[in-house]
């Protein structure tokens, strides 16, 4: 991951003062990322990332210490040259430390990350076979099973990996594995009946497997790593979908020679999304500017219609939720209990519900209603009875809002659209789009394995899509 090897003259190297400044600036922006993360107005578990700090910090520490141990006059920070403009030799040490060190290949992720949103881990490990056992003897075969993802983005649903690698370390790559055996079959009329042979076929093999595309891939390590990337994406669905590979190559552009094309060639072949040089933004974002986008933003998937069930109802009308500071009762259950700890926590209003439901649309379904009503009837104090009315029964948004303020310690939103719409479960209303791809034996097959108010609620929306 380090920087490629070379003479590096002392011109082309950072200096040592640089790349400390460098690499306590970006574990700085990090921290302010994960606090920021931290604090969204609803709850994000925790955002992996403890190899990717762990190198940076790592970094530094290597770094400090062989500034301090660095006591040649000539091998200060102005990276070997005196006053006069005149090179002098860097220690030994210190020129390995600059040259060899991993931080540029750091930096260059968080940069990345800086472009993408919905970020969920960093240097994450996927398996290329979930279903193997897990206990594993040999490092060389627990790398070959596995695939080291550089930024999980768009919740999961896009895997990125970077590399900084260069045309040049590209051929010697070729070189050291044969480019006579890599070149084979991909020019003239052996390439144009391989990518038959390819279109023939469902992307990325579409069965699991890289299919032909496989045995056409040498052990140059970026294309076997994208070919890794790929076979653990097919292995490792997120919510039914083949997450996306997406490759960022800064330092690589299509012309920088015919074996770099065949190369780029292949990874398109594999199914890899590819950044090149000239897409890759010229400056980096500023933190400030991106630090609202880069964390996973569970309302961005939500629809302007949201469909509440009878749990997020009586969480609308529960004195737990509405009551700040409120003290058990000695009837209190340990589900209670739980609820009210919860609350002290979080604030589930204020915190949760109100930033996902304002501005939208709520609707519900009659059983759904109609059993809320039973809970409240049952068990619920007047207060709690008073607030179903209002969610429920209340005729006039306006004067539905003002009601549950005078009955909740929190504030309530002014674009809070109550009351909430209440429909038969099994009539489409007539401003919905319904998915006409879902059949009715489908959705009562479904159905009919939840309970009826479940059952009323998940068919009821998609039914109306």
Not at 36 to 53: C, T
Not at 171 to 196: I, M
């Amino acid at each position: 991951m380090g920087s490629e090897s070379g003479s590096g003259a002392p011109s082309d190297l950072p200096s040592l003062e640089s790349l400390l400044t460098r690499a306590r600036g970006l574990l700085d922006e990090l921290t302010r990322f994960k606090e920021h993360a931290s604090k969204r107005p609803y709850r994000q578990r925790s955002i992996p990332m403890r190899d990717f700090e762990g190198g940076i910090r790592s970094e530094i520490t290597h770094l400090e210490k062989v500034a301090s141990s660095n006591t040649n006059p000539d091998t200060t920070p102005n990276n070997g040259i005196d006053n006069i403009g005149e090179h002098k030799p860097l220690s030994g040490n210190t020129a390995a430390a600059l040259r060899t060190s991993n931080l540029p290949s750091y930096a260059l992720i968080w940069r990345t990350a800086k472009s993408s949103q919905g970020i969920t881990a960093f240097r994450q490990w996927f398996r290329i076979n979930p279903s193997a056992s897990g206990r594993r003897t040999e490092n060389k075969l627990k790398r070959a099973q596995k695939a080291l993802v550089d930024i999980v983005a768009e919740d999961g649903e896009v895997w990125i990996k970077v590399s900084s690698i260069t045309p040049k370390r590209i051929l010697y790559d070729c070189a050291k594995e044969g480019w006579g055996r890599f070149g084979e079959g991909l020019e003239g009329s052996d390439a144009e009946n391989e990518d038959q042979k390819t279109e023939t076929s469902t992307p990325n093999g579409g069965d699991g497997s890289t299919g032909n595309i496989e045995r056409d891939v040498p052990e140059i390590p970026l294309l076997r790593s994208a070919r890794d990337l790929v076979a653990a994406a097919k292995a490792n669905r997120v919510r039914g979908r083949i997450p996306q590979v997406r490759l960022i190559l800064p330092r690589i552009s299509k012309g920088d020679s015919s074996e770099v094309d065949l190369l780029l060639h292949q990874m398109t072949r594999l199914g890899c999304t590819l950044t090149l040089s000239p897409e890759y933004p010229s400056e980096e974002p500023n933190l400030e500017d991106v630090l609202d986008a880069m964390p996973v933003n569970p309302m961005a998937r939500l629809s302007q219609t949201l469909n509440i069930d009878c749990t997020i109802l009586i969480s609308l009308i529960s004195d737990i939720s509405h009551v700040s500071n409120l003290k058990p009762e000695s009837w209190f259950n340990a589900m209670l209990l739980e609820q009210l700890k919860f609350e002290s926590e979080e604030a589930l209003l204020p915190n949760i519900l109100y930033p996902v439901l304002k501005g939208r649309r709520l609707v519900t379904t009659e059983k759904a209603a109609a059993q809320c009503r039973v809970i409240v009837e049952t068990i619920g104090n007047e207060n709690e009875k008073k607030r179903c009315t209002v969610l429920l029964d209340c005729c006039k948004e306006e004067e539905a809002r003002k009601s549950l303020q005078q009955l909740s310690d929190y504030d309530v939103p002014a674009d809070l659209l109550i009351p909430i719409e209440v429909f038969r479960d099994d009539v489409v209303p007539v401003d919905a789009v319904p998915r006409s791809h879902i059949s009715e034996r489908l959705l009562e097959a479904v159905c009919g394995k939840l309970s009826k108010i479940n059952g009323s609620v998940f068919g009821f929306g998609w039914r109306t899509g």
